[in-house]
């Protein structure tokens, strides 16, 4: 696929990591945090021409758009943001806290949490079963490629979010729909923190 702009709304350590690797692919990143575009600006200097800094709302308004704030503060991070319009969200968030415990959501699954306060969004759940070191790591290793789940309901914002994950080096292996697939990449459930590659 041609080259696009690509919004990231957190940059922890899975934003950071995303978004090098998806600059990388030949992407042009803009990227956000809840501290405003000004506390960027070291970090963007140093990752050169393709990334620029901006709002949150700025962010969201790119094709396709990457969600990897802590569970706790995805409502502040996408409060007051318009209909998404279509737009595709990949969201890489998991329902645990900062000291590590598990958040109990009963029967629903996470993605349908996220993709509840998403209005208007084509929400594609990925990289949520890998750890942030995978992230970082190099995705083609000797033995093959990282494996990186994917779950959604839309087959062309699936698709889409595919052959990014595909530029970036890594595997992508599509699970199906978003609560199905969802369930099963979802911390604690059997596709979590999965280190698998897959060879040629």
Request: no cysteine.
């Amino acid at each position: 696929m041609s080259p696009i702009t690509i919004g990231f709304i957190g940059l922890g350590r899975v934003g950071k990591a995303l978004a090098e690797k998806s600059m990388r692919a030949g992407n042009r990143v803009l990227l956000s945090n809840s501290r405003g575009p000004a506390s960027l600006t070291s970090y963007v200097a140093e990752l050169g021409p393709l990334a620029s800094a901006g709002t949150v709302a700025e962010a969201a308004q790119a094709e396709v758009v990457f969600l990897s704030v802590r569970w706790a503060d995805i409502s502040q991070a996408l409060q007051g943001l318009p209909n998404w319009e279509g737009r595709i969200v990949v969201d890489t968030t998991n329902p645990i806290l900062a000291d590590g415990t598990f958040v109990d959501l009963g029967e629903r699954t996470s993605s349908e949490l996220v993709a509840a306060q998403l209005l208007g969004a084509r929400v594609v759940k990925a990289f949520n079963s890998l750890f942030a070191a995978w992230m970082e790591d190099e995705p083609v290793q000797p033995a093959g490629k990282r494996v990186v789940f994917v779950s959604g309901d839309e087959a062309e914002a699936k698709n889409t979010a595919k052959e990014l994950i595909a530029a970036m080096g890594f595997a992508p292996i599509d699970l199906g729909g978003l609560v199905e697939g969802g369930r099963l990449q979802q911390a604690g459930k059997p596709l979590a923190a999965l280190n698998l590659l897959l060879t040629n």
